[in-house]
């Protein structure tokens, strides 16, 4: 059982406080950090699409869960699908303008609620802090 003093106790009580922080302000968007993840991952790709093989790698997700989140955002006129020119096989997503402006609100909504998250650090102890993180999740890998 985890325990207070651990560090899985205050790393999921972190996950579960910046999910729900997070998806509180971007209920507005009628969102899902799962969609905006989705979104964001869109608008850095090359021409803004991707496969869906290559969103359910980024995502870490089976291939039903990333397809459900690509038809909600669909139906939300943020992306649109279609087949892969060269091999129609492949289904392809691509981030529409709609998508594009809801990234910029999604990343301001998600700044604010990571501010809210390390307000209580200095400067210093934020670096460190980030270090620290980075360190830990590339052991992950």
């Given at each position: 059982?985890?325990q207070?003093?651990d560090?899985?106790f205050y ?7 910046l ?8 209920r507005?968007?009628?969102?899902t950090?799962?969609q905006v993840t989705v979104l ?8 803004k699409e991707?496969s ?6 980024r995502?870490?997700v089976?291939q039903?869960?990333a397809?459900g989140i690509?038809v909600?955002l669909?139906?939300?006129?943020f ?14 997503v691509r981030?529409?303008?709609a998508?594009i402006?809801c ?16 307000s209580s650090?200095?400067e210093?102890?934020r670096?460190?802090?980030n ?5 830990v999740s590339n052991?992950?890998?």
């Amino acid at each position: 059982m985890i325990q207070e003093n651990d560090c899985g106790f205050y790393i999921k009580h972190i996950h579960d406080a910046l999910e729900r922080d997070s998806n509180n302000a971007l209920r507005d968007e009628d969102l899902t950090m799962a969609q905006v993840t989705v979104l964001l991952q869109l608008n850095s790709a090359p021409k803004k699409e991707l496969s869906m093989k290559e969103l359910e790698k980024r995502l870490r997700v089976a291939q039903s869960t990333a397809s459900g989140i690509i038809v909600r955002l669909e139906q939300k006129g943020f992306v649109e699908s279609f087949g892969c020119p060269d091999d129609r096989r492949i289904k392809m997503v691509r981030i529409t303008q709609a998508g594009i402006d809801c990234c910029h609100i999604s990343e301001q909504r998600m700044r604010e609620a990571e501010e809210r998250l390390l307000s209580s650090l200095t400067e210093t102890e934020r670096e460190i802090f980030n270090t620290l993180l980075r360190k830990v999740s590339n052991s992950m890998q």
